[in-house]
Protein backbone atom coordinates (compact mmCIF):
# COMPACT_ATOMS: atom_id res chain seq x y z
CA UNK A 1 0.00 0.00 0.00
CA UNK A 2 2.05 3.03 -1.38
CA UNK A 3 2.05 5.73 0.93
CA UNK A 4 3.62 8.42 -1.58
CA UNK A 5 7.26 9.45 -1.87
CA UNK A 6 9.11 11.88 -4.09
CA UNK A 7 7.26 14.01 -6.36
CA UNK A 8 8.39 13.14 -9.94
CA UNK A 9 9.40 15.71 -12.59
CA UNK A 10 6.87 15.41 -15.69
CA UNK A 11 8.22 12.87 -17.96
CA UNK A 12 8.16 15.30 -21.44
CA UNK A 13 10.84 16.63 -22.98
CA UNK A 14 11.83 19.93 -21.24
CA UNK A 15 11.58 21.54 -25.38
CA UNK A 16 7.51 20.78 -24.90
CA UNK A 17 5.57 22.99 -24.23
CA UNK A 18 4.16 22.65 -20.42
CA UNK A 19 0.80 22.28 -19.88
CA UNK A 20 -0.82 25.81 -18.68
CA UNK A 21 -4.03 24.02 -16.66
CA UNK A 22 -4.85 20.54 -15.04
CA UNK A 23 -7.12 19.58 -17.96
CA UNK A 24 -4.49 20.11 -20.43
CA UNK A 25 -2.31 18.35 -18.01
CA UNK A 26 -4.64 15.43 -18.17
CA UNK A 27 -5.30 15.55 -21.71
CA UNK A 28 -1.62 16.03 -22.72
CA UNK A 29 -0.98 12.66 -20.05
CA UNK A 30 -3.50 10.48 -21.50
CA UNK A 31 -2.33 11.19 -25.19
CA UNK A 32 1.10 9.63 -23.57
CA UNK A 33 2.55 6.08 -24.89
CA UNK A 34 3.43 3.94 -21.70
CA UNK A 35 2.81 2.58 -18.89
CA UNK A 36 0.02 3.61 -16.32
CA UNK A 37 2.04 3.93 -13.72
CA UNK A 38 3.96 6.68 -15.85
CA UNK A 39 1.01 8.29 -16.49
CA UNK A 40 0.07 8.80 -13.09
CA UNK A 41 3.58 10.29 -11.84
CA UNK A 42 3.37 12.93 -14.83
CA UNK A 43 -0.03 13.92 -13.98
CA UNK A 44 0.93 14.39 -10.29
CA UNK A 45 4.43 16.24 -11.44
CA UNK A 46 2.20 18.93 -13.80
CA UNK A 47 -0.61 19.69 -10.86
CA UNK A 48 2.58 19.87 -8.59
CA UNK A 49 3.60 22.31 -10.60
CA UNK A 50 0.25 24.25 -11.54
CA UNK A 51 -1.17 24.23 -7.83
CA UNK A 52 1.52 23.33 -4.89
CA UNK A 53 -0.74 24.24 -2.72
CA UNK A 54 -3.61 22.11 -3.60
CA UNK A 55 -0.46 19.39 -4.10
CA UNK A 56 0.76 20.23 -0.65
CA UNK A 57 -2.70 19.57 1.15
CA UNK A 58 -3.24 16.59 -0.80
CA UNK A 59 0.31 15.33 0.72
CA UNK A 60 -1.00 15.79 4.20
CA UNK A 61 -3.78 14.12 3.48
CA UNK A 62 -2.20 10.76 2.46
CA UNK A 63 0.70 11.38 5.04
CA UNK A 64 -2.16 11.04 7.76
CA UNK A 65 -4.32 8.26 6.18
CA UNK A 66 -1.09 6.12 6.33
CA UNK A 67 -0.54 7.04 10.24
CA UNK A 68 -4.48 5.80 10.32
CA UNK A 69 -4.36 2.48 8.55
CA UNK A 70 -1.32 1.05 9.57
CA UNK A 71 -1.99 -2.59 8.86
CA UNK A 72 -3.44 -4.67 6.19
CA UNK A 73 -7.28 -2.93 4.65
CA UNK A 74 -10.03 -4.56 3.26
CA UNK A 75 -10.36 -8.11 2.19
CA UNK A 76 -7.18 -10.32 2.09
CA UNK A 77 -6.03 -12.68 -0.72
CA UNK A 78 -7.94 -16.11 0.41
CA UNK A 79 -10.85 -14.50 1.82
CA UNK A 80 -14.77 -14.13 0.45
CA UNK A 81 -15.47 -10.93 -1.39
CA UNK A 82 -18.48 -9.59 0.27
CA UNK A 83 -21.78 -10.00 -2.17
CA UNK A 84 -23.01 -6.13 -2.90
CA UNK A 85 -26.43 -5.36 -4.43
CA UNK A 86 -26.01 -2.18 -6.11
CA UNK A 87 -27.20 -0.41 -9.23
CA UNK A 88 -25.81 0.13 -12.34
CA UNK A 89 -25.42 3.22 -14.71
CA UNK A 90 -28.47 2.20 -16.01
CA UNK A 91 -30.47 1.73 -12.41
CA UNK A 92 -30.39 -1.97 -12.30
CA UNK A 93 -29.73 -3.29 -9.51
CA UNK A 94 -26.55 -5.85 -10.15
CA UNK A 95 -25.19 -7.90 -7.40
CA UNK A 96 -21.43 -9.77 -7.19
CA UNK A 97 -23.13 -13.48 -7.36
CA UNK A 98 -24.82 -12.73 -10.91
CA UNK A 99 -21.33 -11.41 -11.86
CA UNK A 100 -19.47 -14.44 -10.90
CA UNK A 101 -21.97 -17.08 -12.29
CA UNK A 102 -20.16 -15.35 -15.87
CA UNK A 103 -16.68 -16.26 -14.61
CA UNK A 104 -14.51 -13.76 -12.50
CA UNK A 105 -14.34 -10.55 -11.94
CA UNK A 106 -12.35 -7.10 -11.58
CA UNK A 107 -13.34 -4.89 -9.22
CA UNK A 108 -12.13 -1.31 -9.27
CA UNK A 109 -13.15 1.04 -6.20
CA UNK A 110 -12.66 4.47 -8.01
CA UNK A 111 -13.43 7.76 -5.86
CA UNK A 112 -15.52 9.77 -8.49
CA UNK A 113 -16.21 10.84 -12.02
CA UNK A 114 -14.22 13.88 -11.04
CA UNK A 115 -11.01 12.64 -10.01
CA UNK A 116 -8.09 13.00 -12.94
CA UNK A 117 -5.88 9.61 -11.43
CA UNK A 118 -9.39 7.65 -11.63
CA UNK A 119 -9.69 8.79 -15.28
CA UNK A 120 -6.45 7.70 -16.01
CA UNK A 121 -6.90 4.56 -14.32
CA UNK A 122 -10.34 3.60 -15.89
CA UNK A 123 -8.81 4.36 -19.16
CA UNK A 124 -5.93 2.12 -18.55
CA UNK A 125 -8.52 -0.45 -17.49
CA UNK A 126 -10.90 0.20 -20.81
CA UNK A 127 -7.21 -0.17 -22.74
CA UNK A 128 -7.07 -4.01 -21.56
CA UNK A 129 -11.03 -5.05 -21.22
CA UNK A 130 -10.34 -7.20 -24.25
CA UNK A 131 -7.41 -8.96 -23.02
CA UNK A 132 -9.61 -9.31 -19.42
CA UNK A 133 -12.29 -10.58 -21.91
CA UNK A 134 -10.19 -13.56 -23.31
CA UNK A 135 -9.32 -14.65 -20.02
CA UNK A 136 -13.93 -15.06 -19.25
CA UNK A 137 -13.87 -12.25 -16.72
CA UNK A 138 -15.14 -8.92 -16.36
CA UNK A 139 -14.54 -5.76 -15.01
CA UNK A 140 -16.65 -3.18 -12.95
CA UNK A 141 -16.24 -0.09 -11.52
CA UNK A 142 -17.95 0.76 -8.08
CA UNK A 143 -17.96 4.80 -7.41
CA UNK A 144 -20.13 6.52 -4.40
CA UNK A 145 -21.99 8.56 -7.39
CA UNK A 146 -25.07 9.02 -8.13
CA UNK A 147 -26.12 7.31 -11.77
CA UNK A 148 -26.08 10.97 -13.81
CA UNK A 149 -22.42 11.24 -12.87
CA UNK A 150 -21.26 7.25 -13.36
CA UNK A 151 -23.08 7.21 -16.49
CA UNK A 152 -21.25 11.23 -17.13
CA UNK A 153 -17.70 8.66 -16.68
CA UNK A 154 -18.38 5.86 -18.70
CA UNK A 155 -19.60 8.67 -21.85
CA UNK A 156 -16.19 10.93 -20.93
CA UNK A 157 -13.60 8.06 -20.95
CA UNK A 158 -15.14 5.50 -23.40
CA UNK A 159 -15.64 2.49 -21.14
CA UNK A 160 -16.62 -0.37 -22.31
CA UNK A 161 -17.74 -1.79 -18.64
CA UNK A 162 -20.46 -0.71 -16.10
CA UNK A 163 -19.62 1.36 -13.14
CA UNK A 164 -22.27 0.70 -9.95
CA UNK A 165 -23.09 3.23 -7.81
CA UNK A 166 -22.27 2.99 -3.97
CA UNK A 167 -23.99 6.20 -3.05
CA UNK A 168 -23.70 6.12 0.48
CA UNK A 169 -20.60 4.28 0.70
CA UNK A 170 -21.96 1.40 2.37
CA UNK A 171 -20.64 -1.32 0.39
CA UNK A 172 -17.00 0.54 0.71
CA UNK A 173 -17.31 0.97 4.24
CA UNK A 174 -18.08 -3.09 4.25
CA UNK A 175 -14.60 -3.45 2.75
CA UNK A 176 -13.16 -0.50 5.24
CA UNK A 177 -12.45 1.62 2.64
CA UNK A 178 -14.18 5.18 3.11
CA UNK A 179 -12.45 7.86 4.96
CA UNK A 180 -13.23 11.95 5.22
CA UNK A 181 -11.28 13.90 3.43
CA UNK A 182 -10.75 16.42 6.59
CA UNK A 183 -11.55 20.12 7.05
CA UNK A 184 -8.32 21.01 4.89
CA UNK A 185 -8.96 19.26 1.68
CA UNK A 186 -12.84 20.00 2.23
CA UNK A 187 -12.18 23.52 2.29
CA UNK A 188 -9.79 22.70 -0.72
CA UNK A 189 -12.98 21.33 -2.66
CA UNK A 190 -15.30 23.87 -2.05
CA UNK A 191 -12.87 26.64 -3.43
CA UNK A 192 -12.66 24.44 -6.12
CA UNK A 193 -15.69 24.02 -6.98
CA UNK A 194 -15.65 19.93 -6.45
CA UNK A 195 -19.21 19.57 -5.40
CA UNK A 196 -19.08 16.31 -3.39
CA UNK A 197 -22.49 16.39 -2.20
CA UNK A 198 -24.19 17.26 -5.41
CA UNK A 199 -22.11 13.98 -6.63
CA UNK A 200 -22.54 12.06 -3.98
CA UNK A 201 -26.37 12.77 -2.78
CA UNK A 202 -25.27 13.40 0.56
CA UNK A 203 -22.82 16.00 2.87
CA UNK A 204 -20.64 13.71 4.45
CA UNK A 205 -17.50 14.12 2.21
CA UNK A 206 -16.60 11.10 2.84
CA UNK A 207 -14.32 8.47 -0.43
CA UNK A 208 -13.43 5.01 -0.71
CA UNK A 209 -9.87 4.43 -0.78
CA UNK A 210 -8.48 3.29 -4.39
CA UNK A 211 -8.48 -0.38 -5.19
CA UNK A 212 -8.68 -3.23 -7.25
CA UNK A 213 -10.03 -6.89 -6.76
CA UNK A 214 -9.52 -9.89 -8.93
CA UNK A 215 -12.32 -11.95 -7.98
CA UNK A 216 -12.96 -15.53 -8.86
CA UNK A 217 -15.64 -17.61 -9.34
CA UNK A 218 -15.57 -19.50 -6.00
CA UNK A 219 -15.77 -15.55 -4.77
CA UNK A 220 -12.84 -15.45 -3.08
CA UNK A 221 -9.93 -12.93 -3.46
CA UNK A 222 -7.44 -13.39 -5.80
CA UNK A 223 -5.03 -10.51 -6.00
CA UNK A 224 -5.70 -7.18 -4.54
CA UNK A 225 -4.33 -3.62 -4.53
CA UNK A 226 -5.49 -1.19 -2.18
CA UNK A 227 -3.90 1.93 -1.98
CA UNK A 228 -3.54 4.96 0.88
CA UNK A 229 -2.37 6.74 -2.01
CA UNK A 230 -4.95 7.52 -4.04
CA UNK A 231 -2.69 8.45 -6.76
CA UNK A 232 -0.90 5.37 -7.16
CA UNK A 233 -2.78 2.77 -8.77
CA UNK A 234 -2.59 -1.13 -9.82
CA UNK A 235 -0.44 -1.98 -12.84
CA UNK A 236 -2.66 -3.24 -15.78
CA UNK A 237 0.04 -6.35 -16.26
CA UNK A 238 -0.37 -7.47 -12.77
CA UNK A 239 -4.22 -7.90 -13.20
CA UNK A 240 -3.57 -9.27 -16.47
CA UNK A 241 -1.36 -11.81 -14.73
CA UNK A 242 -3.91 -12.59 -11.85
CA UNK A 243 -6.16 -13.33 -14.46
CA UNK A 244 -4.02 -15.74 -16.02
CA UNK A 245 -3.06 -17.70 -13.07
CA UNK A 246 -6.72 -18.32 -12.32
Not at 15 to 31: C, F, G, I, K, Y
Not at 118 to 146: H, N, W, Y
Not at 188 to 213: I, N, V
Not at 224 to 239: G, H, L, N
Request: aromatic share 8%; proline share 7%.
Amino acid sequence: MPAGGPRTRPTLDERDTLPETTAQALALVSAMPGELRDKLAAYRAHSGRLDPTTAAAYDRLVAHLASIYTGQVGPAVGAAMPDFLLSNENGELVSLERFLERGPLVISINRGHWCPYCKLDLRALAAITPDIRRFGAQVISIMPETAHFTKQAIGNNALPFPILSDVDLGYALSLGLVYWVGAEVKQLYDRLGLDLERFQGHPGFFLPLAAKFIVGRDGLVKARQVDIDYRQRMDPAAILDALAKL
